[in-house]
């Protein structure tokens, strides 16, 4: 098959597949180009509209904004005036006339919470609401403070702040009252309800509109659709744009701006007439191309088929058309990728006929066979052969060859001793057979395996030689490891005993006045029994003494008794009700691996209950530990990860003997080892 970047060379050199690709590339290109032109526009014309539906709910809500200011303003002169007429002149700031005045003022505007009074020295004595609390001080507060200390306005509002008796979030606007010489008597203030602008706002149902806001002069936050209290009062708008809207209350501004997300917003700006606010309108550009996107969709998906049918179409003439020149080319290529695969080929490839004749051989055949591969063609690869292979290595190849027909079902690999220049090449041949064209064609591959011979001995030697070390360094580990016991034990536990005596002697000739001293021996001689223990136990590790006096049997129960002690597991043990005579290295190899099986079962398993089976049958030791721990994935090419299996494998090949580990999750393990009775290490072909 013809590599891709082979073929697109031949596409391109038809002419007529190059029109009509070149002619498809155009209608893409005119489609695709039509289609983001239309929705360029679409999209343009979408901002657009957002952009002025913000403009025109600034204005609207600008004039609600200020109606409502003006209806606070209004209400506020008319109660001014009533107390500076003649009759309010003579009332008292404090007095029911004037609350009920107030009551009345404030009775028809949902936007003021309350109106209350502050007289001359900054006290609170008045309001419409009956839970005011009289005489409360309000000295501090700006609204006070500002005409107290000669403010030139005639109205005063104030920033957003919390209201001191209900906590809400309140403007207040405030009115100097004088009496008749023109002197301050206090000061008229509405708290104006914030909450009444965040209903104004929020009842706006514009799909393009995604917050609308109130801003002091500032450019603060003063009221509308924003979260949290403590967004209250910080900065929101352009301050530069603002600053162009002040005294022009007819004049809406445009800004464009990313949110805290990154996503575009448009923010429109218009200032409310005769009050220090602006109204602020913010449309998302996500949010305003929602419809875009509603007609966009089915535009592009259209688009995108007819793209996709011209691209299909364009494909399916473009194939026809070049198909035949690219499976001639094709043809060309395999032919000559098939040559070179097999020129390069490190192994002997002949290819014969029905009657045994080469049809082709590579360069490496000829080498192999000492002949140019131009001779060897038409030959009979028998007669190529003859003399050169053992005359019963030939005619067992005639009768393969016979039978490697394809009706026959083909021959495996034959060993053949070849002779060449003196030499002899250990040759393996391989026969398959084929049908081409209704004729039987028969390869055969030979490969020159002298080498891999030779390095497959050199490999059988040195394993048995490491074979043979190992076992030599397991003896000689194992003798030291006698002797080393033995002193411990006989030596250092004598010296240890004598020294313990020797101490007991010292202690019993102390007066009983040496209390103290008497002490001392008593932690000596503890001090020593621990020792002597650990000198038992290092010594019994190291080569269980029982083992060489009374043989494998009691060395095991020894064994198992000690591991029961010290683990607490439950152990289930089968040995032989004597003890059965056994050569030195089959009872330390078997003891050793009942030893790392059972550590093994202390260290990992996590089991409850130990089998232990040993038994002598038929000329064989048999040892097999089964525990009911959680087991593991066991995987027998991979167990050179495990040393110690390595270990117990090692011990029984070298006396003849096998091991098998059985496991698997949460079904415990089983590790069973065969060693013959005599010890005898096996040699590479298995036999003892």
Not at 201 to 216: A, C, E, F, H, K
Request: proline fraction near 2%; charged fraction near 25%; charge should be neutral.
């Amino acid at each position: 098959m013809i590599s891709i970047h082979r073929q697109t060379p031949a596409w391109r050199r038809i002419s007529s597949v190059r029109a009509v690709v070149l002619l498809s590339s155009g209608m893409i290109a005119v489609l695709a180009i039509s289609a983001a032109m239309i929705l360029f526009d679409l999209r343009h014309k979408e901002l657009v509209h957002a952009q002025q539906q913000s403009l025109g709910l600034t204005r609207l809500l600008s004039e609600q904004t200020t109606r409502a200011f003006d209806g606070i303003v209004l209400m506020m002169r008319g109660v001014r005036d009533r107390m500076d007429d003649v009759y309010g002149q003579r009332l008292s700031l404090n007095s029911l006339p004037v609350s009920l005045l107030l009551k009345v003022r404030s009775a028809g505007l949902p936007q003021v919470k309350s109106i209350f009074l502050v007289d001359r020295d900054g006290f609170g004595v008045n309001s419409s609401r009956d839970d005011f609390i009289r005489q409360l001080r309000m000295q501090d507060r700006v609204f006070y403070r500002y005409f107290a200390d000669g403010g030139p306005d005639e109205i005063f509002i104030s920033r957003p702040e919390k209201a001191r008796v209900d906590g809400q979030w309140t403007y207040y606007v405030g009115v100097a009252l004088r009496d008749g010489a023109g002197r301050f008597r206090g000061v008229l203030v509405s708290a104006v309800n914030i909450d009444y602008f965040d209903s104004l706002y929020g009842s706006i149902g514009l799909d393009t509109v995604s917050q609308i806001v109130l801003l002091n002069q500032h450019g603060e936050l003063a009221a509308g659709q924003f979260r949290g209290d403590e967004a209250m009062g910080s900065l929101f708008g352009n301050r530069s744009i603002l600053a162009g809207l002040v005294g022009s209350p007819g004049k809406s501004a445009m800004e464009t701006r990313l949110d805290a997300d990154g996503a575009r917003q448009f923010v429109a700006y218009r200032a409310v007439a005769n009050y220090p606010f602006f109204v602020g309108v913010v449309a998302d550009e996500a949010v305003a191309l929602a419809s875009w996107w509603d007609v966009a969709r089915p535009i592009a998906f259209g688009i995108v088929m007819v793209i996709v049918f011209v691209v299909f179409t364009t494909w399916v003439f473009a194939r026809n058309l070049a198909r035949k020149e690219l499976l001639e080319l094709a043809l060309l290529e395999s032919a000559e990728q098939l040559r070179h695969m097999i020129e390069s080929a490190r192994d002997a490839i002949v290819t014969l006929d029905a009657q045994g004749r080469v049809l082709m051989a590579n360069t490496a055949a000829a080498e192999l066979f000492g002949i140019s591969a131009g001779h060897a063609v038409g030959q009979r690869l028998v007669a190529l052969l003859d003399g050169k292979i053992p005359a019963r290595q030939l005619d067992r190849l005639a009768r393969s060859m016979d039978r490697s027909r394809p009706e026959a079902g083909g021959e495996g690999i034959e060993a053949l001793d070849l002779r060449r220049d003196g030499r002899t090449l250990f040759v393996e041949l391989s026969l398959s057979a084929a049908q081409f064209r209704g004729e039987s064609l028969l390869t055969a591959v030979f490969r020159d395996a002298t080498e891999r011979r030779r390095a497959d001995q050199q490999l059988r030697d040195s394993h048995r030689q490491l074979q043979e070390l190992s076992a030599s360094l397991q003896r000689v580990r194992e003798d030291e490891r006698s002797r080393i016991a033995r002193e411990l034990h006989d030596e250092l536990g004598q010296l240890l005993t004598g020294i313990r005596l020797e101490i007991s002697w010292l202690g019993g000739r102390l007066i009983p006045e040496q209390r103290l001293l008497s002490e001392r021996v008593v932690a000596i001689k503890e001090q020593i029994d621990q020792t002597i223990a650990s000198v038992r136990r290092i010594s019994s590790e190291l080569r269980p003494l029982v083992l060489d006096d009374l043989g494998l049997v009691d060395a095991a129960h020894w064994y198992i008794d000690q591991f029961s002690e010290r683990t607490g597991i439950e152990i289930d043990r089968h040995l032989p009700d004597s003890d059965v005579e056994c050569d030195s290295a089959v009872a330390t190899a078997l003891f050793r691996i009942l030893q790392e099986s059972m550590t093994n079962v202390a260290r990992h398993a996590q089991a409850s209950r130990l089998t232990v089976r040993l038994g002598h049958d038929g000329g064989k030791w048999n040892l097999c530990v089964e525990d009911d721990g959680q087991g593991f994935v066991y995987d027998n090419g991979q167990c050179c990860g495990n040393m110690g299996l390595v270990g117990m494998r090692e011990r029984a090949q070298m006396l003849g003997g096998h091991l098998e580990v059985e496991s698997s999750p949460e079904r415990g393990t089983r590790i069973s080892v065969t060693i013959p009775g005599n010890g005898q290490p096996k040699d590479d072909d298995g036999k003892a």
